[in-house]
């Protein structure tokens, strides 16, 4: 008489089927606790059941066979974790590419829905506090955080005289590698770290606001530039933002606002 579940049982227990109980068991994830040797009844016990979900939960995001082992037969709860967060990072990863392209499809295919108003506007030269450097696209947001890290570290304490920006040269885009200004206006900047003095030349912008999170801001780009092409402009100089209202000001995307500032030439007449 063996003791214990049935894989009926657990399976009612897990909401598993005995299917999948079954697949566990023959790919070596999950031994049931005794099986009789003249049925091949399988047994499982109550202590079973959170070792059966969390392999269910794993297999559900993809994680290899050989992985969901390796996380089991570690018995270093800390380590354990690592590894199992090693894949949910990864998984982030993929679901945020997977959203920004929904949104951006959602906008393309519905282009009538989303008027972009478009203002010439000059700026006046100024000197800002800015940290900049060369680097490669994919590495962007980590440096664009920490750098905005040290720009508040270097302005404690002075009064800010408008909303953080930031330039991004054209080979960033066309070569995915190129230089990065990120910078705030403040009355006489400091040299501090990375952080130093940093002149902008006067210059004349077509600009844009992009509404909410970056997902989707290509496709605001991507109108910019209809709009600068339509109006006989052309692209002069790498690309100015200004972050209106941003993660830093708000938690809520659906409320950050993005200035995109292309530098611009009138074409002349042919």
């Known amino acids: ?10 399976a009612q227990l897990t909401h598993l089927s005995v299917r999948t109980l079954r697949r566990y068991h023959e790919s070596g994830l999950l031994e049931p606790a005794t099986v009789d040797p003249s049925s091949g009844y399988r047994y499982y016990t109550a202590d079973q059941i959170p070792t059966a979900q969390v392999i269910h939960q794993l297999r559900e995001l993809d994680v290899p066979l050989a992985d969901v ?23 982030e990863a993929e679901l945020a590419r997977t959203r920004a392209a929904v949104l951006s499809l959602r906008r393309l295919l519905r282009p009538h829905d989303d008027n ?24 962007v947001l980590s440096w664009y955080d920490e750098a905005m890290a040290e720009l508040d570290a270097a302005l404690a304490g002075r009064s800010l005289l408008g909303p953080p920006g930031g330039r991004y040269a054209n080979d960033l885009f066309t070569d995915g590698r190129g230089t990065v200004l990120v910078y ?3 009355a006489d900047p400091p040299t501090v770290g990375r952080v130093h003095p940093v002149h902008l030349p006067p210059t004349e912008l077509a600009i844009a606001v992009h509404h909410g999170p970056h997902d989707d801001i290509g496709v605001t780009y991507g109108r910019l530039g209809a709009w600068v092409v339509d109006h006989a402009l052309a692209v002069d100089g790498p ?20 200035e995109i500032g292309w530098p611009v030439f009138r074409l002349a007449a042919s």
């Open 116 to 139: 972009l108003p478009v203002e010439l506007r000059s700026i006046a030269a100024r000197t800002v506090a800015g940290v900049e450097d060369v680097v490669a696209q994919d590495d």
């Open 69 to 91: 082992a390796k996380i089991l037969a570690t018995e270093d709860a800390e380590e354990r974790a690592g590894l199992a967060g090693e894949h949910l990072r990864r998984l």
């Open 184 to 186: 705030r206006l403040v």
């Open 1 to 10: 008489m063996f003791g214990g579940l049935t894989i009926g049982e657990f």
């Open 239 to 258: 690309v100015h933002e200004t972050y209106l209202v941003g993660p830093r000001d708000n938690p809520d995307p659906a409320a950050w606002r993005t």
